[in-house]
């Protein structure tokens, strides 16, 4: 052994053990690149990504055995000499940096990185437990008979709406509904309703695919207050069982659709229609691969590249006069490397444009937007002194629609900005 070796193996002197938490879920099936990829799960939920042989020592490391009879157990799984040295520097710069194996000393888990447009400050409401007896009453729905009747009704919801004249209702129907400031609390209500059974058609899917769901809750999206539910655990499921829980969501939308739709067909309340619009409308933006939405998940399952925004920066910098493709770039295949290489810029594009537009039209817009603020602040104080609680949620509800669209442009404009600079220029501006 080299002193290099040795020094390395003395740094290495502890027996190693799982850091707490650690959960190895196994090979990625439909995988985009060039290698097999495994993939781990760390206690904080952060799904890692693994070659086969790092794999495959993390499931050797059981806080028993020494670097020795790890690198002899290694071996005979890979059918080669292993040395403590190669284990030793498998343990300190893959699976301790990943958070796999506990630190000698220190925090067992390193810092979790900053993904862009990421769901932050979550708060779990709806235990584990809890959301396995629901995933388990909402599962006869997700066989193939009951989802073809289900799409079916929903189609045939919506042709009857359209065909009795739905879609010139619309206007007088939100006309009717503004000039009714109680209709808002029912609407919200069903549209949070929704919302809801959205995220429990994906641990519905979850489970029924074989998996297991974990607990479901609310959270910020950017400045957007969202429901989650966790269901990490469909990592190990085939391709098109991970596609069902994308689209379990929507799924259960299109379900719920169809109920208040033959409710407006039966009754005829306005109010019905304005919640089926933005509800088919919410649903719509679901499919937009360009933020952390459903159809983000969805086309990563397609293309077999779990962390596609992870990849936006390198395919980035890979596109920089003078620079060949950065290695997370090089380890997809070709097919997935130009599937993943045109979705990076046509989500570079959008958040772009949208940026670009909140910068140049924020002269124009933000004076209309105070004033319209100061408006509905006024009124809604007034509701609020008359002790018209209608009113007033009706007003509070118009001012948080007002305003964090407008927020989480401002977020996105400074969070995008940056990222893009460090992206093309992690060590700032220098020539190739």
């Given at each position: 052994?080299?002193?290099a070796?040795?020094?390395?193996?003395?740094?290495?002197?502890?027996?190693?053990?799982?850091?707490?938490?650690?959960?190895?879920?196994g090979?990625?099936?439909?995988?985009?690149?060039?290698?097999?990829?495994?993939?781990?799960?760390?206690?904080?939920?952060?799904?890692?990504?693994?070659?086969?042989?790092v794999?495959r020592l993390?499931?050797?490391?059981?806080?028993r055995?020494?670097?020795?009879?790890?690198?002899?157990?290694?071996?005979?799984?890979?059918?080669?000499?292993?040395?403590?040295a190669?284990?030793?520097?498998?343990?300190?710069?893959?699976?301790?940096p990943?958070?796999?194996v506990?630190a000698?000393?220190?925090?067992s888990?390193?810092?979790?990185p900053?993904?862009?447009?990421?769901?932050?400050?979550?708060?779990?409401?709806?235990?584990?437990?809890?959301?396995?007896?629901?995933?388990?009453?909402?599962?006869?729905?997700?066989?193939?008979?009951?989802v073809?009747l289900?799409?079916?009704?929903?189609?045939?919801?919506?042709?009857l709406?359209?065909?009795?004249?739905?879609?010139?209702?619309?206007?007088?129907?939100?006309?009717?509904?503004?000039?009714q400031?109680a209709?808002?609390?029912?609407?919200?209500?069903?549209?949070?309703?929704?919302?809801?059974?959205?995220?429990?058609?994906?641990?519905?899917a979850?489970?029924?695919?074989?998996?297991?769901p974990g607990?479901?809750?609310?959270?910020?999206?950017?400045?957007?207050p969202?429901?989650?539910s966790?269901?990490?655990?469909?990592y190990?499921?085939?391709?098109?069982?991970?596609?069902?829980?994308?689209?379990?969501g929507?799924?259960?939308?299109a379900v719920?659709?169809?109920?208040?739709?033959l409710?407006?067909?039966?009754?005829?309340s306005?109010?019905?229609l304005?919640?089926?619009?933005?509800?088919?409308?919410?649903?719509m933006?679901?499919?937009?691969?360009?933020?952390?939405?459903?159809?983000?998940?969805?086309l990563?399952d397609?293309?077999?590249?779990?962390?596609?925004?992870?990849?936006?920066?390198?395919?980035?910098?890979?596109?920089?006069?003078?620079r060949?493709?950065?290695?997370?770039?090089?380890?997809l295949?070709?097919?997935?490397?130009?599937?993943?290489?045109?979705?990076?810029?046509?989500?570079?594009?959008?958040?772009?444009?949208?940026?670009?537009?909140?910068?140049?039209?924020?002269?124009?817009?933000?004076?209309v937007?105070?004033?319209?603020?100061?408006g509905?602040?006024g009124?809604?104080?007034?509701?609020?002194?008359?002790?018209?609680?209608?009113?007033?949620?009706?007003?509070?509800?118009?001012?948080?629609?007002?305003?964090?669209?407008?927020?989480?442009?401002?977020?996105?404009?400074?969070?995008?900005?940056?990222?893009l600079w460090?992206?093309?220029?992690?060590?700032?501006?220098r020539?190739?």
């Amino acid at each position: 052994m080299s002193p290099a070796d040795s020094a390395l193996v003395a740094r290495t002197s502890t027996v190693p053990r799982p850091a707490d938490g650690t959960e190895l879920i196994g090979q990625y099936s439909g995988s985009g690149f060039t290698e097999p990829r495994y993939l781990a799960c760390r206690g904080d939920g952060q799904v890692v990504q693994l070659s086969e042989r790092v794999f495959r020592l993390a499931r050797l490391v059981d806080g028993r055995r020494d670097l020795d009879e790890l690198a002899a157990a290694l071996g005979a799984e890979i059918d080669r000499t292993v040395t403590a040295a190669q284990v030793a520097f498998l343990l300190d710069n893959r699976l301790r940096p990943a958070g796999l194996v506990a630190a000698d000393a220190g925090p067992s888990l390193p810092a979790c990185p900053d993904p862009l447009l990421m769901l932050t400050h979550r708060a779990r409401l709806v235990p584990e437990r809890l959301v396995w007896a629901i995933a388990g009453l909402l599962g006869p729905l997700f066989a193939s008979p009951v989802v073809a009747l289900m799409l079916a009704g929903f189609a045939a919801v919506d042709v009857l709406i359209l065909a009795g004249g739905g879609f010139g209702q619309i206007l007088p129907a939100v006309r009717a509904f503004s000039d009714q400031p109680a209709l808002t609390v029912p609407v919200l209500a069903v549209i949070l309703a929704v919302a809801a059974l959205h995220e429990c058609g994906h641990a519905a899917a979850c489970r029924y695919g074989g998996a297991r769901p974990g607990a479901m809750g609310i959270g910020l999206y950017l400045v957007w207050p969202v429901f989650f539910s966790t269901v990490t655990d469909a990592y190990r499921l085939c391709r098109a069982a991970r596609l069902r829980v994308d689209l379990g969501g929507v799924y259960l939308n299109a379900v719920a659709m169809t109920v208040i739709g033959l409710a407006y067909l039966t009754t005829g309340s306005p109010w019905l229609l304005v919640v089926l619009v933005a509800l088919h409308v919410e649903t719509m933006w679901q499919f937009l691969p360009s933020v952390r939405l459903d159809g983000y998940y969805i086309l990563a399952d397609l293309v077999g590249v779990p962390d596609l925004f992870a990849r936006l920066g390198p395919i980035l910098r890979s596109a920089l006069p003078g620079r060949g493709n950065h290695p997370r770039v090089a380890e997809l295949t070709p097919l997935t490397r130009r599937i993943v290489a045109c979705w990076a810029a046509l989500t570079t594009a959008f958040l772009g444009c949208w940026s670009v537009m909140f910068v140049v039209l924020a002269p124009q817009v933000l004076p209309v937007v105070w004033a319209a603020l100061v408006g509905h602040l006024g009124a809604t104080a007034t509701a609020v002194r008359a002790a018209d609680v209608a009113a007033a949620a009706f007003g509070a509800t118009q001012l948080v629609l007002l305003v964090l669209p407008y927020a989480g442009l401002a977020l996105i404009a400074v969070t995008l900005g940056r990222r893009l600079w460090n992206a093309g220029f992690p060590n700032g501006w220098r020539r190739p």
